[in-house]
């Protein structure tokens, strides 16, 4: 064994170490990483659903990308969540005029139609930010993206997000929102 | 060979690798600014000028909607150096409050730079291109299959906006019906115009859906340009600035209606619109008419605010001297700029 592999050995639990340390700012995380945050469905009446008890309903996944109101492109990822017309329909449903306040822990609100539940009316842009004919879309609350927790910097535990099969499908970010903590149905 | 340089230098290696996830310019100050999506074609000039002066420094451009703007500061909690909005009271009435953390409020003080106007943008190839002027607009954009786009109040300065010029509009040509012709009466229910004690009042629905194809409503002000450029709009009300930078036509309205006059501020404040929801817990739906103005501050947490201070500087004598398709200087005169504190 040459000197310099010699003097190397020793070193390489440090920077097995170094490295776990340096990794933390690429978001790794397993399962168990999920935090403590809890969902509360309003509807005919008003429940809340912990972080498991969400993981445990049927999932849905796609692709989202979204741009904010000056352009700036966020993604393509994929997202794994609850279908936001499960959690409406375990709110005790939703008629053709009802709205959908979605709520959030830093206080921004946004209103969905049911149409909207339901993944359709939202416009949809390509790569250029030129509109194109939506593919069927779906709106889901998303726990994960890119297969890891979703991290509270990319408005986790809970976002809203728009997915579609298509990795190329731009959709206004106005509607993904961050941080949800509250879903509500508000009959007409 | 003593084993301990040896690991120093290849730990601090591995360090540097890794060092772009955290800070990509250790020998340089990174400034961050938040500016409203209308300065950012400015924003980029200014930022090449003021790096090219400032070496040093580092100047980090990201756009936002005015509110959201402040909001990274104030509810999101982010360490910003420089706010510049679109509309000057949002600076007092988000940012003159207490910080969540730490002593003080997030400012006590912003100063007005530049100023805009509504205009109606268009093409070319908009139906009505080649008769519209400053004296029939309205007339045009009433035609039913005139196809009118603005961008969506709840997000955007400009979205109110429009739908207050609209309103001032009706009265200001005394041509009853004009807001539900251009605007209100493409959605169900139609959005109406009322007028009470002088004052008149648009309270917007929850969803801003058109239920025709007349009226298309975006996002923010480029979805409505890229709209215009395809066709499927032929009219938008956009800034002034915004239309000159994009090399679009556009008409322009008289000072009593296009929010761009200090002297007409009294006949703006008579227009209300009332939001369809509370969109932020930190800021409430009613959006009053005003002269656009824009404006900007230094969060008392800003990281770097001697450097702020000097870019602040910058950005006035930038706009003093001004450029076409840059909002318009708040004053002519140079040395004029007023900062308001929050004792004024």
């Known amino acids: 064994m040459s000197l310099v592999r010699r003097a190397c050995l020793p070193l390489i639990p440090v920077l097995i170490g170094v490295l776990a340390l340096a990794a933390g700012c690429t978001g790794t995380g397993s399962a168990d990483d999920y935090p403590a945050w809890n969902l509360t469905l309003a509807g005919d009446q008003e429940r809340v659903l912990t972080h498991p008890e969400l993981r445990a309903l049927p999932a849905a996944e796609g692709y989202g990308y979204s741009v904010s109101t000056v352009g700036i492109k966020y993604g393509p990822n994929r997202y794994r969540g609850v279908l936001l017309a499960d959690l409406i329909e375990m709110a005790g449903g939703a008629g053709t005029d009802d709205l959908i306040y979605v709520s959030a822990e830093d206080g921004y609100l946004w209103v969905f139609d049911r149409d909207q539940v339901n993944g359709k009316e939202f416009f949809t842009f390509d790569e250029n930010l030129r509109e194109v004919t939506p593919p069927p879309l779906r709106v889901i609350l998303a726990y994960e993206q890119d297969g890891k927790p979703l991290a509270y910097e990319d408005g986790g535990p809970l976002r809203l997000v728009v997915i579609s099969e298509n990795s190329d499908v731009i959709t206004e970010g106005s509607s993904w929102v961050k941080w949800v903590d509250r879903i509500e149905v508000h009959r007409k | 060979m003593n084993r301990s340089p040896a690991l120093a230098v290849l730990v601090l290696a591995v360090f540097a690798a890794s060092a772009g996830c955290t800070d990509t310019g250790s020998e340089r100050t990174t400034l961050m600014v938040i500016p409203a999506g209308s300065l950012l074609a400015p924003l980029e000039d200014i930022e090449a000028a003021f790096e090219s002066q400032?070496?040093?420094?580092?100047?980090?451009?990201?756009?936002?909607?005015?509110?959201?703007?402040?909001?990274?500061?104030?509810?999101?909690?982010?360490?910003?150096?420089?706010?510049?909005?679109?509309?000057?009271?949002?600076?007092?009435?988000?940012?003159?409050?207490?910080?969540?953390?730490?002593?003080?409020?997030?400012?006590?003080?912003?100063?007005?730079?530049?100023?805009?106007?509504?205009?109606?943008?268009?093409?070319?190839?908009?139906?009505?291109?080649?008769e519209i002027t400053a004296e029939n607009w309205y007339r045009v954009l009433s035609r039913p299959g005139v196809r009118v786009g603005f961008s969506n109040p709840m997000l955007d300065a400009c979205g109110y906006r429009a739908i207050m010029v609209t309103a001032l509009a009706e009265e200001h040509y005394g041509e009853p019906g004009l807001f539900e012709a251009v605007i209100g009466g493409s959605f169900n229910p139609p959005i109406t115009a009322v007028r009470t004690d002088g004052i008149t009042t648009i309270a917007l629905p929850e969803r801003m859906r058109p239920a025709d194809e007349k009226v298309a409503v975006r996002d923010g002000s480029i979805y409505l340009l890229s709209l215009l450029d395809a066709g499927g709009i032929d009219y938008a009300f956009e800034y002034r600035s915004v239309a000159e930078e994009h090399g679009l036509r556009w008409i322009d309205l008289p000072p009593p209606i296009n929010l761009g006059s200090a002297e007409h501020a009294d006949d703006y404040r008579r227009v209300h619109v009332n939001l369809g929801f509370q969109r932020f817990r930190s800021i409430g739906s009613e959006r009053i008419g005003q002269p656009i103005v824009y404006a900007m501050t230094v969060p008392r947490n800003a990281p770097h605010p001697d450097e702020a201070r000097m870019f602040v500087d910058f950005v006035l004598d930038a706009f003093r001297e001004g450029k076409a398709g840059w909002p318009d200087p708040v004053r002519p005169d140079p040395e004029a700029a007023t900062v308001y504190h929050a004792t004024d």
């Open chain 2, 54 to 130: 400032h070496p040093e420094i580092d100047v980090r451009i990201e756009g936002h909607g005015s509110i959201q703007a402040i909001r990274q500061v104030t509810d999101l909690r982010r360490e910003v150096d420089v706010v510049l909005v679109a509309d000057a009271s949002l600076i007092p009435d988000m940012m003159y409050l207490p910080m969540s953390e730490g002593e003080g409020n997030y400012t006590d003080w912003y100063v007005p730079f530049a100023g805009n106007e509504v205009v109606v943008a268009y093409t070319g190839r908009s139906a009505g291109a080649d």
